[in-house]
């Protein structure tokens, strides 16, 4: 028995011994593509600039006010811009990704690659998503800042950078849908940010609501997993499920959306 | 190596293939000839398994295009009509993009090798948007032969380059055909009857003509037409001619007559004869070759007026 695993994990070996022998890797393939794109887009600078820019501000205020008024430090603020800013910027990061393959015509060439479909909309969208967390990364100075001048709550901070990470996950699965249903950048762009601006504002809406509806626009509200949760230091399974679950739907829906290309 | 049975193409009520059939042999160099519209891209895009038929079966080296969808893309070098490029890449990095979803072993080389062949060496580093169209044209060529693909699939790939750049591209095309299956569109004639093996008219969704390009001339030409000349002549010439057994028609042109005859290699020593009797000279008798052009037209004239656009690329 073990014998014969080994055996057949050796030929396995073998046939895999030539370097990258007859494996196309779309998904690696595409994500890199992304990922460097972003690299050589003033697009993405100006997303990096506009993000380390607004949450610098907002971090110096509020450490300034603090110091004033004596109150404890908070390192969840910057997040909490973030993730507001997240309505515009993860349009803008998403925006050209299907868009743009659509219009040039490249898109016909990916998909008569031998490569999935849903590897085409996963690889780009974890381009993207890896862009923003290099974003973040960048913006881990803040909590350092923080605990070399005090003692913040590490925990929260923890727990809400996790948080704002899968709530920029979500945020840009939902900027490539709408990249994927025209061929406009701008279309897609805007179309992303009034589906994140409905989704910021659900819960607010809903007060005012049927009441039969409100439980359900409390639920989809994309922030209220965040504020109400990971901000403040907690790790509800709920809440991860509901990003999780808004970046498996988008991008099956994003995969759906390029397969009916071929049908049209 | 590629079999085509019935194959049917909608687009909504709109049928842009009704029910064609071919087979394209290994090492063939096979050419689509038709209008904008006809049906040759749609036919290409099926091939290449870019999108499914209607009805119709359709295998590319024994794959079907919607069961192995994945298998035939991987036999398949394609270059779509208007050629796929990023113009933010450098050639080198678009051919590796490639390469890599192909998954090419010694991409380095392969792309080397390829941009050697295609004569773009020297431009590996160039931004593509910086690449002139018959540039753009080259690399999408190489693009398609990144992995040594046994059949090649070429939508019109000399639209819209200048006359030089369309012959290399020709050259280009007949070079691959040594060790390539290439099937290749295009609604210039000439261009076809230079470089396939095998010709395909295709209009309205449907195969109207099929053969080698002389093969098709040949067949149209039956019955042909004659251009005579003749010098010095005190009498009706037409009139003459006319009385020439099995001339159908006679039509004076600019320095001479065009006869239609029922056959046009025996009615000739009848004509030369019947000239020289009357007492004239004989200047010239020849038989008018029929370009693919007029055969084309004369295929194809019918209903050109009803010709549907062919989908625009998205």
Same mark, same amino acid.
């Given at each position: 028995m073990t014998d014969e695993t080994l055996v057949s994990e050796k030929t396995e070996e073998v046939t895999e011994a030539p370097p990258r022998q007859g494996r196309p890797n779309g998904l690696w393939a595409i994500f890199k593509k992304e990922l460097g794109h972003y690299f050589t887009s003033p697009i993405a600078y100006f997303v990096a600039f506009a993000t380390l820019l607004l949450t610098g501000l907002i971090f110096s205020n509020d450490l300034r006010s603090r110091v004033l008024y004596q109150a404890p430090p908070d390192g969840t603020v910057v997040l909490q811009t973030l993730v507001f800013l997240m309505i515009f910027l993860a349009p803008l990061l998403t925006m050209r990704l299907l868009a743009e393959e659509t219009r040039e015509g490249t898109l016909e060439l990916l998909l008569t690659m031998p490569v999935r479909d849903g590897d085409i909309v996963l690889g780009k969208f974890l381009g993207a998503w890896a862009y923003f967390t290099i974003i973040m990364v960048v913006m881990l100075v803040y909590p350092f800042i923080l605990a070399s001048v005090s003692s913040p709550d590490q925990g929260v901070i923890i727990t809400a950078y996790i948080g704002a990470w899968l709530f920029s996950g979500a945020a840009l699965a939902i900027g490539l849908l709408f990249s994927a249903v025209t061929e406009n950048q701008i279309v897609a762009g805007f179309l992303g940010v009034a589906a994140m601006v409905v989704l910021w504002l659900a819960e607010i809406l809903a007060p005012m609501a049927p009441p039969e509806l409100r439980p359900f626009l409390r639920e989809i509200s994309i922030e209220g997993h965040f504020s109400s949760s990971f901000a403040r230091g907690v790790i509800d399974l709920t809440d991860v499920a509901y990003y999780v679950f808004m970046m498996a739907g988008a991008l099956f829906i994003t995969t759906r959306i390029v397969e009916s290309r071929r049908w049209r | 190596m590629i079999e085509v049975q019935d194959l049917t193409k909608y687009y909504g009520n709109f049928a842009a293939l009704k029910g064609i059939s071919f087979t394209v042999e290994k090492g063939e160099v096979v050419g689509f000839l038709g209008p904008n519209g006809a049906g040759k891209t749609t036919t290409m895009r099926i091939l290449t398994a870019y999108m499914p038929p209607s009805a119709g079966k359709v295998t590319v080296a024994g794959y079907d295009v919607v069961d192995g969808s994945m298998e035939v893309r991987r036999v398949i070098g394609y270059m779509p009509e208007t050629v796929p490029l990023y113009p933010d890449m450098s050639v080198f990095g678009y051919l590796d993009f490639v390469a890599e979803l192909r998954g090419v072993p010694d991409r380095w080389d392969r792309i080397e090798d390829v941009l050697d062949r295609v004569g773009m060496l020297e431009r590996a580093d160039s931004l593509i948007r910086n690449l002139s169209k018959g540039m753009r044209q080259r690399v999408g060529l190489a693009q398609a032969i990144i992995h040594d693909p046994e059949v090649l699939i070429l939508d019109?790939?000399?639209? @819209?380059?200048d006359p030089r750049q369309v012959l290399e591209v020709r050259q280009l095309v007949r070079e691959l055909g040594r060790d390539h299956t290439i099937i290749f569109s295009t609604h210039i004639l000439s261009e076809a009857e230079q470089v396939c093996d095998r010709v395909l008219i295709i209009d309205h969704g449907q195969i109207v003509a099929e053969g080698t390009p002389q093969n098709l001339r040949d067949r149209l030409q039956k019955g042909g037409r004659l251009f005579v000349r003749v010098g010095?002549? !005190? @009498? !009706?010439v037409e009139a003459l001619l006319r009385k020439v057994p099995t001339v159908r028609e006679v039509t004076s042109a600019e320095t001479g007559f065009i006869i239609s005859a029922d056959d046009n290699v025996g009615v000739r020593p009848a004509i030369a004869r019947a000239v020289v009797e009357a007492g004239w000279d004989l200047l010239e008798l020849r038989p008018l070759a029929m370009t693919l052009e007029d055969i084309f037209l004369e295929l194809t004239a019918s209903d050109e007026d009803t010709a549907e656009p062919e989908p625009e690329e998205e």
């Amino acid at each position: 028995m073990t014998d014969e695993t080994l055996v057949s994990e050796k030929t396995e070996e073998v046939t895999e011994a030539p370097p990258r022998q007859g494996r196309p890797n779309g998904l690696w393939a595409i994500f890199k593509k992304e990922l460097g794109h972003y690299f050589t887009s003033p697009i993405a600078y100006f997303v990096a600039f506009a993000t380390l820019l607004l949450t610098g501000l907002i971090f110096s205020n509020d450490l300034r006010s603090r110091v004033l008024y004596q109150a404890p430090p908070d390192g969840t603020v910057v997040l909490q811009t973030l993730v507001f800013l997240m309505i515009f910027l993860a349009p803008l990061l998403t925006m050209r990704l299907l868009a743009e393959e659509t219009r040039e015509g490249t898109l016909e060439l990916l998909l008569t690659m031998p490569v999935r479909d849903g590897d085409i909309v996963l690889g780009k969208f974890l381009g993207a998503w890896a862009y923003f967390t290099i974003i973040m990364v960048v913006m881990l100075v803040y909590p350092f800042i923080l605990a070399s001048v005090s003692s913040p709550d590490q925990g929260v901070i923890i727990t809400a950078y996790i948080g704002a990470w899968l709530f920029s996950g979500a945020a840009l699965a939902i900027g490539l849908l709408f990249s994927a249903v025209t061929e406009n950048q701008i279309v897609a762009g805007f179309l992303g940010v009034a589906a994140m601006v409905v989704l910021w504002l659900a819960e607010i809406l809903a007060p005012m609501a049927p009441p039969e509806l409100r439980p359900f626009l409390r639920e989809i509200s994309i922030e209220g997993h965040f504020s109400s949760s990971f901000a403040r230091g907690v790790i509800d399974l709920t809440d991860v499920a509901y990003y999780v679950f808004m970046m498996a739907g988008a991008l099956f829906i994003t995969t759906r959306i390029v397969e009916s290309r071929r049908w049209r | 190596m590629i079999e085509v049975q019935d194959l049917t193409k909608y687009y909504g009520n709109f049928a842009a293939l009704k029910g064609i059939s071919f087979t394209v042999e290994k090492g063939e160099v096979v050419g689509f000839l038709g209008p904008n519209g006809a049906g040759k891209t749609t036919t290409m895009r099926i091939l290449t398994a870019y999108m499914p038929p209607s009805a119709g079966k359709v295998t590319v080296a024994g794959y079907d295009v919607v069961d192995g969808s994945m298998e035939v893309r991987r036999v398949i070098g394609y270059m779509p009509e208007t050629v796929p490029l990023y113009p933010d890449m450098s050639v080198f990095g678009y051919l590796d993009f490639v390469a890599e979803l192909r998954g090419v072993p010694d991409r380095w080389d392969r792309i080397e090798d390829v941009l050697d062949r295609v004569g773009m060496l020297e431009r590996a580093d160039s931004l593509i948007r910086n690449l002139s169209k018959g540039m753009r044209q080259r690399v999408g060529l190489a693009q398609a032969i990144i992995h040594d693909p046994e059949v090649l699939i070429l939508d019109e790939p000399t639209i @819209g380059l200048d006359p030089r750049q369309v012959l290399e591209v020709r050259q280009l095309v007949r070079e691959l055909g040594r060790d390539h299956t290439i099937i290749f569109s295009t609604h210039i004639l000439s261009e076809a009857e230079q470089v396939c093996d095998r010709v395909l008219i295709i209009d309205h969704g449907q195969i109207v003509a099929e053969g080698t390009p002389q093969n098709l001339r040949d067949r149209l030409q039956k019955g042909g037409r004659l251009f005579v000349r003749v010098g010095r002549a !005190d @009498g !009706d010439v037409e009139a003459l001619l006319r009385k020439v057994p099995t001339v159908r028609e006679v039509t004076s042109a600019e320095t001479g007559f065009i006869i239609s005859a029922d056959d046009n290699v025996g009615v000739r020593p009848a004509i030369a004869r019947a000239v020289v009797e009357a007492g004239w000279d004989l200047l010239e008798l020849r038989p008018l070759a029929m370009t693919l052009e007029d055969i084309f037209l004369e295929l194809t004239a019918s209903d050109e007026d009803t010709a549907e656009p062919e989908p625009e690329e998205e």
